[in-house]
C-alpha cells in the first residue's frame, strides 16, 4: 500500500486528452493493488506561455521537485514553429526541466505487435522479434555545448562537450537496462571521427569487465541508421550520445507502425519523468481521436521506477489484450475502431 504524489504536466495540443487515459488506468492500478496516485496539474509548454509568459514557470517546475514522479503529455504548437524569429518556445520549458532535475538519461523501447505488424514500414518478417531499448543522454552533447555566431552571423557553430562523470553515469543505467533484458549492449558513436565519441568507448572499455554478463559491441551511428531498418533484431540496448539518441530513437520509433505506441521515459538522480514520445498534434485535439496507449505505457514505466513492476506488467499485459482484440484509434487501422475515451475504458476494463 503506497501514496504517491505524481506532477502532472498534461501540456498541449492532445496532451491533456491521452495523460486523462494514463490517470484512469492508474487509478484503476491503484483499486487492484492498494496504491493511492495523486496527480497533482500544473501548465507547460505553449499553454504555460499563454498563462504566464514561460514555458516553464517556478510554480510548475517546484511541483515537479517535490513530487515523486512526473506524468508528462505533449507539448509545441504550429505558431512557435512557423516562427523562426520566436525567443520564447515551448521546448525551452522541456530542456530546462532535464537540466533543472537531472534528468541525464532518456529511455525509449521499441517493441513490435504481431497483431500491428501490417503497420510497419518494414515487411513483416524484418519485425519479428524486435526488442528494442535505445538509451540517450539527455543533458549534454551538442544540445548544451557552447554554441553561437560570429563573423557576423554568417558563422555558426555548436560544440560536443562530453565529461567522463557524464559518460560513466549514463553507461551504468544502460549496463543496468540491458541486465535486465538481452544482456546485449551496444554503444553507437562516430569514433572513427569525433574525439568526443573516442572518450565514450574508452570509457565503455573501462567498465565493462563489471558486467561480465553483458554482451558489449560497437557500431558507428551511419551503420546503425542503416541496421535498424535492415535487421532492427539484432539490437537489444543501445546507448548514444544526446544527438545521435535524438535521431535514432526517432528513426526507430517508426518500426512499431505508429507513434501512438511509444512510451518513453527520463530518468535521472531521484525524479523521473515519464511522456508518450509523440508530438502535441494541435490538428487533432478536442477530436477524441488520439492514440493513448503511448501515454498509457509510460504510466507502466513510472510504475516500474517507483518499484511497483507487477502493477506496470498488469498495465502491459491489459494494453496487449485490447491490441489482440483488433480494437485500437484511427492511426492502428484497426478492425474495431474506437476513440481515445473509449480505448482508455477497454484498457481499464482489462486491468479491472
Known amino acids: 500500500m503506497g501514496n504517491y504524489n505524481i506532477a502532472t504536466l498534461a501540456g498541449d495540443g492532445i496532451g491533456p ?16 493493488f492498494g496504491h493511492k496516485f495523486r496527480f497533482d496539474f500544473a501548465p507547460v509548454g505553449a499553454t504555460a506561455i499563454d498563462q504566464t509568459g514561460s514555458p516553464l514557470p517556478d510554480d510548475t517546475l517546484a511541483l515537479c521537485k517535490r513530487s515523486d ?10 505558431r512557435f514553429d512557423n516562427d523562426p524569429t ?5 521546448e525551452q520549458g522541456l530542456l530546462k526541466l532535464r537540466k533543472e532535475l537531472g534528468l541525464y538519461a532518456n529511455l525509449r523501447p521499441v517493441a513490435g505487435y504481431d497483431e500491428l505488424t501490417h503497420l510497419s514500414p518494414l515487411r513483416p518478417e524484418r519485425m519479428k522479434g524486435v526488442d528494442i531499448l535505445v538509451v540517450r543522454e539527455l543533458t549534454g552533447g551538442t544540445y548544451f555545448g557552447d554554441k553561437g555566431r560570429r563573423d ?13 562523470h557524464e559518460i560513466e553515469r549514463i553507461l551504468v543505467v544502460a549496463f543496468d537496462a540491458a541486465a535486465k533484458r538481452g544482456k ?26 563489471r558486467y561480465p554478463e553483458i554482451e558489449v559491441s560497437y ?5 546503425a541508421a542503416m541496421q ?8 537489444d540496448v543501445i546507448v548514444t550520445d544526446n544527438l545521435f539518441g535524438d535521431i535514432l530513437s526517432d528513426a526507430s520509433s517508426v518500426l512499431a507502425g505508429s507513434l501512438g505506441l511509444l512510451p518513453s521515459s527520463s530518468i535521472g538522480a531521484e525524479i523521473g519523468m515519464f511522456e508518450p514520445i509523440h508530438g502535441s498534434w494541435p490538428e487533432g485535439a478536442g477530436q477524441d481521436r488520439a492514440n493513448p496507449i503511448a501515454t498509457i505505457l509510460s504510466a507502466a514505466m513510472m510504475l516500474d521506477h517507483l518499484g511497483l513492476v507487477e502493477e506496470g506488467d498488469a498495465i502491459r499485459q491489459a494494453v ?31 486491468i479491472r
Open 17 to 32: 486528452e491521452v495523460i486523462k487515459q494514463g490517470i484512469k488506468v492508474l487509478n484503476q492500478v491503484g483499486l487492484n
Open 69 to 78: 514522479a512526473i506524468f508528462f503529455g505533449a507539448i509545441g504548437h504550429p
Open 86 to 90: 520566436a525567443t520564447v518556445r515551448p
Open 152 to 164: 557576423g552571423g554568417d558563422t555558426a557553430y555548436d560544440t560536443c562537450v562530453y565529461s567522463r
Open 184 to 209: 546485449k549492449l551496444k554503444l553507437v558513436d562516430k569514433a572513427n571521427v569525433m574525439e568526443s565519441s573516442r572518450l565514450w568507448r574508452e570509457i565503455m572499455r573501462e567498465m565493462a569487465p
Open 219 to 223: 557500431m558507428f551511428v551511419d551503420n
Open 228 to 235: 535498424l531498418i535492415i535487421n532492427p533484431a539484432q539490437f
Open 320 to 350: 496487449n489484450e485490447t491490441l489482440a482484440s483488433g480494437v485500437g484509434t484511427e492511426d492502428l487501422n484497426p478492425k474495431k475502431q474506437v476513440g481515445t475515451d473509449a480505448l482508455g475504458d477497454l484498457i481499464v476494463e482489462a
